[in-house]
């Protein structure tokens, strides 16, 4: 009840502040602190509220092990795979879709872009034809994935539930369950280096991002996502060809997790069937606790960087100080409640009036 | 027979009112029903049958009014409440479950049962028992019931009815899903259980299916009793009609402008059919003319639309704009080619609710602005203002989200819509549908301009009254065909329900 109050307060706070500025008459006020809370922006400020709040536990408990730039580096490149894979899965889910199937065509990336054929071919000719077959293969299993979808209406999650099992094993085919060294030299070289002492994965993370924020805030690709994620059949009767869209999104899921397989080969230095175990449930985890509707018809980028964020720094903190990844689990879980019952705190606010 | 000055009335009704939000659904509706007879309710769309219905069957409860049951006072506080008294109602969307059996599906929510686990066979004993009673008994008690046809779903939905200790049924409209050979076993059964002294209370559209199986008949309208207790067989058919639609009609519908001669055919449906839906559908409309389609809910007037605009694919005929013929089956061309659809369910098929106003205004046409495939939303926003500013949104604010407006502004959204894309054929599915009164006029004003500035539109409403009072021509639609031509002024409410009782008949 206090709460429900102070609200209140809040919002004749920010009422008048822009009666003062000469802007929203009386009725508006409440939208204005609606717009504000319900904007993007506004949604974020619990997150960013959150990566500092653990910031500051980071500090406390871990001290100097913790607080300094080579570790702030370090919790960004641990970020940056599951990072990339959760920008595809943000487009997914904001048109309502679901794509459980990154993480092993991620493993199937890295386990392709390692064969010795592939690598020979690199070696004769330049390494940037490893990463292409790996774009190459997430796109074309989000290929399979959105044709099946769009154009075979099966649910989105049976789909993509079966690219994970066959993408997995397929991956396990190829490389007879080994584990493929990468002896591309050149490849190495670069994927390891870094520009300006920031590590090349957290470079490409930041291009995902930004590209992913302006293909989703800025082009008619992301008013369509948003559109067929808030009303499927409003989009259709609008003219939008909203199958074809759906196959996009999928094609575009299916290429982050190629690129993120790229960057997984960097990492480790191999590729195996066994990459990115899992990766779909971080990813979704990180989305949905970056503000994005798991019913569509909103996304944001932002948040999801934020989430995955708080999911790496939560981990780091905890390694810190030796806790078990079983204790961290927990908190996981935890933390992901608590999130979307927030989300749906505002999302109630937002939509009072 | 049933002898109206005997015996106790099994149910009645007084005085029965009911609003929500501010709208009087019922404004005083008056209801008897004896033992063992069949009564119709008559009334047209939102006369307020369904909200009696669902006030009889304890889903609503009554603002004010009072329930008489077997003469004595009472109160229904929900269904179960009204199982309890023995009130069971066949709803017209069949609410079985398509994959329980159909003896677990006569026993939903009262299985037999010892410590949760159920008993079968008793459960299939009694389930067949009461099929029998219905003259179904053929049907396996532990067949699914999502293999059997409609007809033989209702026929479940009825048993359930009978498994409680059922003394009045409620039908509401049980004959629209079924063909006629089925009707006529539908009456069989009724007769059976009126036999036994089971009261029905039958909804139905169909003049001469309330004939054939009705003993009294109560008109409502506008959510108030009109004549109750009349006699099917002493009441004209003139009379119910008149009944029905009565009122005369406060002046809210802007003067026709007459049709140039010469205005060109934006848009020409020739020998239009979908299989099972309607066949040979023609008709033309001409550049600032409105031409309404008249008919039922279920007659096939909003698939023939959606048709039209390529929401669905037609197993044959062709639709042409302004000359050109337009790929079947595809909206985008459909859009393409100049047409624009208002849908029927404003807020579930025609806006983006959390959207703000002036996407949902530019969602046909934003990538026209766009460069390289970058939104330019400045000038969307600008495009949308003026648009919403000539059409007078309330409150003229684009970045408002589309749910926060009322119905009347909401059509304006879509209204918009169709005007920023430069549509020529705008198609509206019940335009008025959630507007309230005032808006109504300012809504029908708007279709009136548009179509004086050049446009080709198709309305259709459930409002006869008021597709006549907009159109210009109107194509009168029973059962999937267009059963008559004619210019709107040529016809009343009366001559059109006429017909369309007629030809549902047929």
Redesign the interface.
Known sequence: MSEQNSSEAQAALAGEGHVAGGLPPHDEKRSVLNRVLGGSAGRSIGLVIALLALFVVGTITAGDRFANVENVLTIIRFASIIGVVSIGMTFVITAGGIDLSVGSVLGLASVVATLSWVQNFADASNWIVMVIIALAVGAGAGLINGIVIAYGNVVAFIATLAMLVAARGLAEVLANRTTQIVRQQGFLDFFRGDILGVSILIWIFAIVVLAGWFLLNRTTFGRRTVAIGGNLEAARLAGIKVKRHMMYLYVLSGLTAGIAGVMMLARTTAGTSTHGTLYELDAIAAVVVGGTLLVGGRGTIMGTVLGVLIFSTLTNVFTQNNLSTSVQAIAKGVIIVIAVLLQQRFANRASRK | MINVDQGMPLLEVRGLTKSFAGVQALKGVDLEVLPGEVHCVLGQNGAGKSTLIKTLSGVYQPDDGEFVWQGEATTISDPVAALGLGIATMYQELDVVDGLTVAENIFLGHEFARAGVTDRRRTSRRAHEIMTRLGHGTISSNREVGTLSAANKQIVSMARALSHDTKLIIMDEPSAVLDSEEVKNLFRVVRELTADGIAVIYISHRLEEIRAIGDRITVIKDGRTMATNLAVAETPTADLIRLMTGRTVENVFPPAVPVAADAPVLLSVKGLALRGIFDEVSFDVRAGEIVGLAGLVGSGRSEIMETV?G?RKQTSGTVEVDGAPVEPGS??A???AGMG?S?EERK????????PVY?NVT??S??RW?RL???NERTERQVARTQLEGLELRPA?P???A??LSGGNQQKILLA?WLVHGTRVLLLDEPTRGVDVGARAEIYSLIRSLAASGTAIVVISSEIEEVLGLSDRVLVVAEGRVIHTTDASDIDEHGVLDLVMKGSAA
């Open positions: 605009y929401a909206v985008r459909g859009v393409h659809l849908p579930s098929q025609g806006l983006i609710l959390d959207e996407r969602l046909a934003f990538g766009a495939g970058f939104l604010d970045d408002r989200p749910r926060t819509r």
